[in-house]
Every structure is written in C-alpha cells, then in structure tokens.
C-alpha cells in the first residue's frame, strides 16, 4: 500500500472511531486518498457521505449537519482555491460555536512557491478563525506511523469539539500528499486493527471538560428583563420577561411583542433597573439600544463551553453564572399585560393583507409546522420575520447562521440540518439569499436526499434595505439600483432544472397544505412586493403604540 493512501485510510478510520458519522466531499485530484477512503467507509457503512461538487455549498452543507447534529463534520477539499471557498463557511462555525472540520489535501511542501498548479500556501489559510491549525507531514512509508496519525486526528477532533478547552468551532487539518495518490490493486480496505484499545475506540480518548463560572452579583429581586440569543443556557428565570430570537432555546418562553414594545415610549415607566444576556442577541435595534443605556445593569450568562459573550455596547458589568431570580410580581405582570395587548393588536392588524407580506408569511408558517420539525431561518427579513410576527411555540428546533449572520450558503445549511434532523425540515428564505446558494439544490442521484421544503418569499430584490438608512426617502433615486438589487429569475424555471419540486402559494390560507410534510426537496414560492415594507412596519408599531398606551396607563 503506497504512504498516501495508508494515511488517509488511517485517519478516515479514527475520525469514525471518534465519533463522525458524516462526511462531506468534493471531487479533486490531490484529495484522492481521502476521497477512496471515504468512499469505503461509507460503502461499509461506517458513516454517510455526501458528494458536492461546489466546494462553497459543500462547507455549508457540513455545517448544517454540525449544526443539526451537535457532531463534529468533515469536509473533504482538494487543493489551491478549493480550500479557500471554505472560508466563509469556517468564519460562520468559528462565531457560531459549530464543531466543523476542514479536511483539506496540499500538496508536499516542496511544491510551494514553485508555480505548480493548483497550490497556495494552504497553512494558517484561515487566519484565526480556527480553533486550531494542523499541518501532517507527508506520509513516506505506510508502517509505523499509525499511531502518529491517529494522535493528529484526536487530537483535531478534540479542538473541533472544545475539549481542549473553550468553545467548539472550525479546525483545519491540512494533509499534504504525495504521489501516487490512488490504491494499488489488493490494497486492503481498512488499516490492520490497533492494539491495546477497545473495538471501535479512538486512540487517545479526550473527554470535554465544563467550566463553572461565579455567580453573578446582581440582585435577583431587582425588576429583571432577559435578553435571550442563540445559545442561551439554562437558568432559573424565575417567572421574569423574556425577549428572545426565534433561534434561541427560551423562544418558547418569550414575550410574543417584546422587540416590539421595547421600542414603545408608553414603556419607559416599565423599563428594567437590570438585564440579563443570555447566548448572542443580535437581530434587533431596540434590544441594542436597551443594552447599551447606561442606566440599566447589564450582565451576561456564561456558555460552560467558554464561548465568549455579547457585548457590543461595552456595558456588560460581570460574566457568570445566573442565580435563581424572583422579579417584583406585579413589574412582571405589567409585562405580560402589554405583550398581550400588543399581540392581539399586531394579530388583528396582521389580518389585513395590506400589512408586510414578510411578517404574515412567518406567522403563518410557523403556526402550520408540525411538532418535531426543524425550521432553518434566513439571515436578513425571514428571521426578523419571525421574531416579530410568529407566536412562539414549544415542539420545533429553529437554527439560523447568525454566527456571522450572512446570506450564503444558507440553502446548503438547510440541507444540512435536514439530513441531520429525525423529523421534517423547512427553511424559510428570501430570494436573494436562494440565489446566493443555487449549487445547494444540486444533489447528485447517488446522494442522500434531504427531505427539505423550502419556502420562499420572492419580492424580486432585497427587502431588508428598505428599513434601513439606505431606504429612506432622501435616497430614493439611487435605492432600487444599487440596494433593491432587482432581478427577474424564474424560481419555477429554476427548479425544473434541478430537479427540486416546486408550488406558488398565491393565499397563504394555502401554506399549511403546501407545506405538508411530502419526502424529498421542494420549493414553495410566494410572492410579494417590497414598495411598502417601511411604511408597513412603521404602521405596525403605531399599532403596538395605540394597543400598549391605554393599558400601561390604567396599570
């Protein structure tokens, strides 16, 4: 057996036994050994490949299945710019936590800087976005090096999965090989078994610790709000207001209205003397706004895997652990009073199909979904979507990229989760951020299929502008250019040439039957128009205005 394919065989097998039940791969030259190695593993069933042939969508996809399955996923690269349309992919595992692998082939160093093809300086590619950056030697022989591989391979894992100490994220291993870079007939299929450790088991066994944090020196009696992002963690809140992103675990046990009300002026009678972060709050402006005002105590609930906190104010007065809280009942009450005026008002005035199109299609689509499902929201307006209009509910899992909060990759991402997900998977998109990741509806006919309805509001451009500085009047001559960004593709036309089912919902009292669990990957469209989403959102919040006052007032 030549030294290439030794090695990849070798690191192909521990990377099964530490626990990796799915790869992704990219066809190349240089990442051969691997990629036979792969192909084995899945043909004996000891994980699941997934064959991309785009080497962005296919980092995005193994981020999906990281971020559906809590297990570290590699993504299997052939050299030169292969490896670096990895990038945004890895930048979004590093802020986001996620446990992803950057298997990346190189070429033998000696190749470097001589004008061969394909080859880059592949080391330290990714900058400090990884949690670590490992180089291999090139494999000379195929004996005795067995276990110097093996210790690579854990130990990578180990840095990927935070065991080594901080928060999961993005690794590299860079693999140099040298040719010849195929198996030699009657090579064996796997390695030789090792001795002196169990069946199946790693090498060297690494288990994660957790850190315990101080208590933090706030007064739990004091009128408490919560600020909850995703990867919040567990605390006794202890009956206490809750404003929390759709991606968020306390989703379920948050104010319908709270993005809504911190932005009424009726509510400053109800603002809190100290507020608590839990995860990484991003989405909203009022949020923003009420953490940084100087006269609230703000303190945030450290992640026991270390993940740095949310503080983009500077105001944060400690980082801890949250002690059990007990808020003034009635401060609470007052609350819970305004935030079920306000949703009545926003239900009643969601009614009307002259309100954004954006905010009814959430509504309405995280009412119809299933218990069990997954629901992958799209950065821009279908997450903001979300956190403002749907009613939040227990039974769903909702991811989001919001580590980095970008549009790409996101269709990928989706097919991620849903292969990672036991139950039915939605995303709810725009279309810009579908056209951003049109290589994630190509999956091959020998790939797993996920079953993945994806549901998009089509206003031919981006939304999310509007509401923004860039959408006001005064900017109205430059606007549709340059922000509206407006296009005419055929979304039907496109899923024909995938192979991707599709249907328009023309009323949304047709979405439940739409999106009624059916196997495979689907597409639903529906259209809308961005002419009026400021002013609609602006109306929103008279409405939330008119609704609060009178009951903050007889309060």
Do not use: K
Request: aromatic share 4%.
């Amino acid at each position: 057996m030549n030294p290439s394919t030794a090695q990849a065989q070798v690191i192909v097998d521990e990377l099964v036994r530490c626990g990796v039940t799915d790869a992704v791969l990219c066809p190349g030259s240089r990442n051969a050994p691997l990629s036979f190695a792969l192909h084995a593993a899945d043909a004996a069933g000891r994980l699941r490949l997934h064959v991309r042939i785009d080497e962005r969508t296919a980092g995005f996809l193994a981020l999906g299945l990281a971020l559906g399955s809590g297990r570290p996923v590699p993504v299997c690269t052939t050299s030169g710019t292969a490896v670096a349309n990895l990038h945004p992919a890895v930048l979004e595992a590093s802020y986001a936590g996620v446990p992803l692998l950057a298997l990346t082939a190189d070429r033998p160093p000696q190749l470097i800087g001589t004008g061969a093809s394909q080859t880059v300086a592949q080391p330290g590619i990714f900058g400090d976005a990884v949690r670590l950056a490992v180089t291999a030697a090139v494999a000379t022989r195929a004996v005795g090096e067995q276990g110097r591989w093996r210790s690579m391979v854990d130990r990578t894992v180990a840095a990927v999965t935070g065991a080594l100490g901080g928060a999961p994220g993005p690794v590299q291993l860079n693999l140099p090989f040298a040719e010849p870079l195929v198996p030699e007939p009657g090579d064996a299929d796997w390695p030789e078994p090792i001795d002196g450790r169990p069946d199946g088991a790693p090498w060297t066994a690494v288990r994660r610790g957790c850190r315990t944090a101080p208590v933090l020196p706030l007064d739990p009696s004091a009128p408490t709000l919560v600020i909850a992002g995703p990867g919040a963690v567990d605390a006794d809140l202890g009956g206490a207001p809750v404003i929390a992103e759709p991606s968020s675990d306390r989703w379920p046990d948050g104010l319908r209205s709270g993005p809504w009300l911190l932005g009424v002026p009726s509510m400053a009678g109800l603002r809190p003397a100290q507020v608590l972060v839990l995860g990484r709050p991003t989405l909203h402006r009022p949020v923003q706004r009420l953490l940084a005002d100087p006269d609230v105590a703000v303190y945030a609930v450290e992640d026991r895997a270390g993940t740095s906190w949310t503080d983009v104010a500077g105001t944060v007065r400690a980082v801890g652990a949250a002690p059990a809280l007990s808020p003034p009942a009635e401060w609470v009450d007052a609350w819970r009073s305004a935030d079920a005026a306000a949703a009545a008002a926003l239900d009643h005035a969601l009614d009307d199909a002259d309100t954004p199109d954006g905010l009814r299609l959430a509504r309405a689509l995280l009412a119809a979904l299933p218990d069990g499902a997954a629901l992958v929201l799209g950065s821009s307006n279908p997450v903001r979507d979300a956190s403002l209009a749907a009613v939040p509910r227990p039974g769903l899992t909702v991811l989001a990229n919001r580590g980095v909060a970008g549009i790409d990759g996101t269709v990928s991402t989706a097919a991620g989760v849903a292969l990672a997900h036991p139950g039915p998977a939605y995303a709810l998109l725009g279309d810009l951020t579908l056209l951003h990741d049109t290589t994630g509806l190509i999956v091959g006919p020998d790939e797993p299929r996920p079953d993945l309805t994806l549901v998009v509001l089509n206003d031919q451009g981006g939304g999310i502008f509007s509401l923004l500085e860039q959408g006001a009047p005064e900017h109205t001559a430059a606007f549709e250019r340059i922000f509206g960004t407006p296009h005419t593709v055929d979304l039907g036309a496109l899923c024909a040439a995938t192979g991707v089912g599709y249907v328009q919902v023309d009323d949304l009292a047709d979405l439940p039957a739409a999106v009624a669990t059916a196997p495979g990957l689907r597409l639903v469209e529906v259209r809308a128009q961005r002419g009026g989403l400021r002013a609609g959102h602006a109306a929103l919040r008279a409405v939330v205005e008119g609704a609060v006052a009178p009951v903050i007032a007889g309060g």
